[in-house]
């Protein structure tokens, strides 16, 4: 007989050995079982997860060694074939295990706890005598108990019968939700003997009647209470009689608050037009070409999206498109829904589990075609992609930075290549290395240099708060600021005001000593929060009371120091008591729809400033905006990365882009100490083609992307000097092993030095050309997983790092 065997990628990721295991498969599951399935199997003392990735006929594992699949638990694969080969790729391209691959493509509620759920589809057929006595009366039941009576293969008849469907019930926050509905029998001849039954029950006799004008129909009971006055007691009678039947409707839960009013494609300007020309052409022509849109700020590269989109639907085809998590505001999905409506799936983290199920579902299900999401929607299952989008596509969030550490951008590439489908990269302010890309033709470049309604670019200010200090103005404003809000006060118009990163300074600071307070287990000042009068630990979570007297001095004279957007608010409320402030910060925001409400309000004038953090820096589209103005530009500029002027002149250019985007003018006021950065003031100038040219200068004379490629090995312990030592040993193995071309910093001491009680230390690799990387970091992967990690050591390489 020909035995079939399984190729299983077990979910074991401290394994040492990443690779799949072959397992019989029971008799009874093998007209059941397909590649990408999950499967239960035996694996050491325990049973676990598993995916299959293969089948086949003949194995080398002995007879008496292979062990069966224990349990198989999706009849219809999750995986696609496309996804199972995208996870060998990831694997090879971001050097992880491919576990940790396949599982980063499922939504979490297939990762969790759940319950399988069969269920009845279609109440008339005649069910084989062991299914019928599955069920009895109900209309659902446990996949287990088909899978112990060996009714597998049956089950997989009926499946595709339509008789039956399966369901994953997510324990915990994830079930499918459905609801209890009355189904009319679609048979006359049903209806009239449930009629003659009824012969002396008028009221039955009446409900009957009035079904017979709804055959086929599906009501809610209370519909038909209302519809028929009649009682639950009738319709249950009714119902008994065979005249209709409870069914289970299966609902989505709908993150949409509201309906949105549809919109009609606009009238392109020549720009746009031009771009999506060249968009559209490479879709007909089934061409995987990438491109990259760069578009200033109010260009309306949305409405080039929306419009490549459309093309693609109309092929029967399916796009993706993605935004970085803080600029997926309800206002930018709205303006998909509102083009796209039903068709339109949304994947976020601010959904619930059960929610990002549903929204998956819809997808897998072809029930929706475009889906606009964050990273992980890159790997939404469809299965027929016609157009991928990155939105903001320099944003760092795009890279993932736990293992598989991928870029959504290089995900997108592969996908577009295996769909033979365009990819559209668009920014106002592209990464260094898409715009080197699209130099030298790589990518194809696509401008749009004006704004879509030709408003002018917002004037731009730079305040230099060393001179403020010295003109003796002590507070966070300068005067330049506080004259334009003021102007906005008594114009009624409205203002965004920026604070680099959430109470990024606000530290607690001992007057007298100098003495910051730090978070025990990691080495960085805690930060002070107002409401809870508590110090946290932005990495950690770790927090503490605010200390009365300093703990290395005793001195009483310690305070919190610098802005945090709650001071912000309190000074605006001093200098301007009539202002109104919304605070959009991770604090305000907690709970769900907060992001929401806080625009909208915004949006209805509720409030004249809106004060907050990265998250108001893109996105944002309101006419009264007609004043920007950034607290201090200096935050971000001096983080110890290589990235950090392109990071400010990025986040500078957006948040000026929020001004003056409709018929006012828009001025935007920069407050800095270090006014003569290039970053700073080419930003002033808006100009991003003067700040490449700068950037790439300096980034070839250090040695950096996108000239050479770095690597980032990361080694931590909770004992520094076993950190130290073992970050040392990777060094040396690696100049050992890497060609002399190839230059090896370290091992040095992380920016972050200490992390939840771990010290780290790292080693960057740059290189131009070395074919030999990827082995040699597998190997060194390998020893690590079968040594190192035994004595406590943590190591991770990242191919791509966003900070070093
Ligand atoms: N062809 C057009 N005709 C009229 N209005 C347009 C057109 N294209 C875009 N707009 C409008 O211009 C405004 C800016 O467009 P959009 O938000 O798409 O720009 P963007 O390039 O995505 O900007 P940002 O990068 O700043 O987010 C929007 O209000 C949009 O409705
Ligand atoms: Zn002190
Ligand atoms: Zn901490």
Same mark, same amino acid.
């Given at each position: ?37 999950? &499967? ?46 995208? $996870? ?71 499946? $595709? ?102 919109? *009609? ?19 007909? /022509? ?70 990002? %199920? ?47 550490? %991928? ?27 898409? !715009? ?7 990518? /194809? ?14 004037? &731009? ?32 118009? *409205? ?36 409401? /809870? ?110 990235? $950090? ?9 957006? &948040? ?14 920069? *407050? ?15 100009? %991003? ?17 996108? !000239?050479?490629? &770095? ?47 771990? %010290? ?45």
């Amino acid at each position: 007989m020909n035995v079939l065997y399984a190729e299983i990628i077990v979910d074991v990721s401290t394994y040492h050995v990443d690779r799949s295991f072959d397992y019989a498969v029971p008799v009874e599951w093998v007209a059941v079982i397909e590649k990408g399935c999950r &499967v239960k199997v035996p694996f050491g003392p325990r049973n676990v997860l598993g995916f299959v990735v293969g089948l086949k006929h003949e194995t080398d594992v002995p007879t008496n060694k292979i062990k069966p699949l224990a349990q198989i638990l999706d009849i219809e694969p999750v995986f696609t074939e496309e996804m199972l080969l995208m $996870a060998k790729w990831l694997k090879n391209e971001t050097i992880c295990y491919e576990i940790d691959a396949l599982q980063v493509m499922l939504p979490s509620a297939l990762r969790a706890k759940y319950e399988k759920i069969v269920k009845l589809l279609n109440y008339q057929t005649i069910l084989p005598m062991a299914v019928q006595q599955i069920f009895g009366k109900r209309q659902q039941a446990n996949f287990k108990e088909f899978e112990r009576a060996g009714l597998l293969p049956l089950l997989k008849t009926l499946i $595709a019968d339509k008789i039956v469907k399966i369901e994953n019930v997510v324990k915990q926050q994830g079930n499918v939700k459905a609801v209890r509905m009355v189904k009319i029998t679609e048979d006359e001849q049903a209806l009239s003997n449930a009629m003659q039954e009824a012969s002396r029950a008028a009221k039955q006799r009446s409900l009957i009647e009035w079904m017979a004008s709804h055959l086929g129909e599906v009501f809610t009971p209370q519909q038909i209470y209302e519809a028929t006055s009649v009682s639950a007691a009738v319709l249950q009678a009714v119902i008994e009689k065979g005249a209709a039947s409870f069914i289970q409707e299966e609902v989505y839960r709908d993150p949409f608050t509201k309906d949105v009013a549809r919109t *009609q494609s606009l009238q392109l300007t020549d720009e746009q037009a031009v771009a999506l020309k060249a968009i559209t052409h490479s879709i007909e /022509t089934q061409s995987a070409s990438t491109f990259l849109l760069q578009g200033v700020t109010g260009s309306g590269k949305t409405e080039v999206y929306l419009q490549a989109i459309q093309k693609v639907l109309n092929d029967g085809k399916e796009a993706i498109m993605l935004v970085p998590e803080i600029s997926l505001t309800p206002q930018m999905t709205e303006r998909f829904r509102s083009r796209f409506g039903e068709m339109v799936a949304v994947m976020h983290s601010g959904l619930s589990v059960g929610e990002k %199920y549903d929204e998956w579902r819809k997808i897998q299900q072809g029930k929706v075609s475009v889906v606009v999401g964050a990273r992980s929607a890159i790997f939404a299952p469809f299965t027929n992609l016609g157009l991928i989008i990155l939105d903001e596509e320099h944003e760092s969030t795009y890279k993932q930075e736990d293992s598989p550490r %991928y870029h959504a951008r290089d995900v997108a590439i592969w996908r577009s290549q295996y769909y033979r489908c365009p990819v559209i990269l668009g920014s106002a302010t592209p990464a260094l290395e898409s !715009y080197a890309r699209a130099k030298k033709g790589v990518y /194809t470049l696509l401008t749009l240099k004006q704004r879509a309604l030709h408003q002018a670019m917002p004037t &731009v200010y730079v305040a230099d708060m060393r001179e403020e200090l010295q003109k003796g103005n002590r507070s966070m404003f300068s005067e330049l600021l506080i004259e334009g809000i003021r102007t906005r006060l008594e114009r009624q118009e *409205q203002m965004v005001l920026f604070l680099n990163r959430r109470g990024y300074s606000s530290f607690v600071l001992c007057r007298d000593c100098g003495t910051v307070v730090q978070c025990p287990n990691c080495d960085i000042s805690l930060t002070y929060h107002r409401t /809870t009068e508590k110090l946290k630990c932005h990495y950690c979570g770790y927090e503490e009371q605010v200390p009365q007297i300093c703990p290395q001095c005793q001195s009483e004279h310690i305070r919190y120091f610098g802005t945090g957007t709650q001071k912000v608010e309190e000074e605006i409320y001093k200098l301007f008591p009539e202002a109104r402030v919304l605070r959009m910060d991770v604090d305000t925001t907690k709970h769900k729809g907060a992001h929401e409400e806080i625009l909208q309000a915004f949006g209805e004038g509720q409030a004249d400033i809106l004060l907050g953090t990265q998250m108001i820096a893109k996105g944002l589209d309101f006419p009264n905006i007609t004043l920007v103005g950034v607290l201090s530009a200096d935050t971000s500029l001096h983080l110890p990365d290589y990235r $950090a002027a392109e990071r400010t002149f990025q986040l500078l250019t957006q &948040v000026s882009g929020r001004a003056g985007r409709h018929d006012k003018a828009g001025e935007v006021v920069i *407050q800095t100490y270090t006014p003569e950065h290039y970053a700073i003031e080419l930003a002033k100038v808006q100009d %991003y083609e003067p700040f490449y040219e700068r950037e790439m200068f300096l980034r070839r004379r250090s040695g950096y992307p996108p !000239y050479y490629f &770095v690597a980032l090995i990361q080694v931590s312990h909770e004992d520094v000097m076993m950190a130290a030592e073992y970050a040392g040993r990777a060094a040396d193995w690696l100049r050992g092993n890497l060609s002399n071309q190839v230059s090896i910093i370290g091992p040095t001491v992380a920016s972050i030095s200490r992390l939840q009680n771990r %010290y780290r230390y790292q080693c960057l690799i740059k290189y131009k050309i070395e074919p030999n990387l990827i082995p040699v970091l597998q190997r060194l992967l390998a020893m690590y997983r079968a040594e190192w990690i035994k004595q406590g050591i943590l190591m991770t390489v990242d191919l791509d790092p966003s900070t070093i």
